[in-house]
């Protein structure tokens, strides 16, 4: 256990579906992640909030929403998803000390592996 | 950015040490070494992190020369339970947040 939980573990949808993804950190850090793995392919950063503001987003296209209500909690809400949208989805927090030092180690959940029909 | 370069895999035995050596020739004065390990289907976990010179936790020793232009990760007596992704990062800040760059990390096999 890593203090990161992610719901639901898998998600299988359609293309013309609407779902949500959910991340919730008990380690109160400040700054949560959103990362896409796809098969045989390298981590790719998605979105980066830090004390609930965006700070990053990485050319992510738009059927790709992030939320993030709190510190604890993230959401990924999903829309008129592509087939090669199907990947691992993770998430991840950090504590941000600002400032421009390096931030602290980053805290992963299990994922989330969605398949789009 | 701090590009790395690692092997893409490695094979090992049982109760040997693996060592999976690591190169960032860019690497920037206030840029960290940080090691993670991925199992199938999991989110990366933290392994170690160091600077400089030698560095060493219950699960791992890093080694980094005094150019800091590589570092080698290095697992004593494997067991087949250390199969997995093994990836070098090297610390990018993006205004006041890091954000972390995963390559193709080093997948380690390891044999009965």
């Known amino acids: 256990e890593t203090g990161v939980t992610q719901t639901p573990r898998h998600l299988v949808m359609g293309m013309t579906n609407k779902k949500s993804l959910k991340c919730e950190q008990h380690l109160g850090h400040n700054a949560m992640y959103w990362y896409k793995q796809s098969a045989k392919k390298p981590l790719e950063l998605m979105f980066v909030y830090s004390l609930e503001e965006r700070v990053e987003n990485n050319s992510v296209p738009s059927r790709f929403s992030p939320e993030c209500p709190n510190s604890s909690h993230l959401f990924l809400h999903l829309h008129t998803l592509q087939p090669e949208d199907s990947a691992l989805y993770l998430c991840a927090s950090s504590q941000d000390r600002g400032g421009g030092e390096w931030a602290d180690t980053q805290y992963f959940g299990p994922g989330t592996r969605l398949t789009v029909l | 950015l701090a590009k790395t370069t690692q092997p893409i895999s490695m094979d090992s035995y049982e109760g040997q040490e693996v060592n999976i050596t690591c190169s960032h020739n860019?690497?920037?004065?206030?840029?960290?070494i940080t090691w993670y390990q991925q199992f199938p289907s999991q989110g990366p976990r933290f392994i170690i992190q160091g600077y400089k010179t030698k560095v060493t936790n219950e699960v791992a020793s890093l080694f980094i020369p005094a150019d800091r232009k590589s570092s080698t990760l290095s697992l004593p007596r494997v067991s087949l339970s250390d199969t997995a992704v093994y990836y070098c990062l090297v610390g990018v800040l993006s205004g006041n947040t890091g954000k972390l760059i995963f390559g193709q990390g080093t997948t380690l096999q390891v044999k009965p």
């Open positions: 860019n690497i920037a004065t206030n840029d960290y």
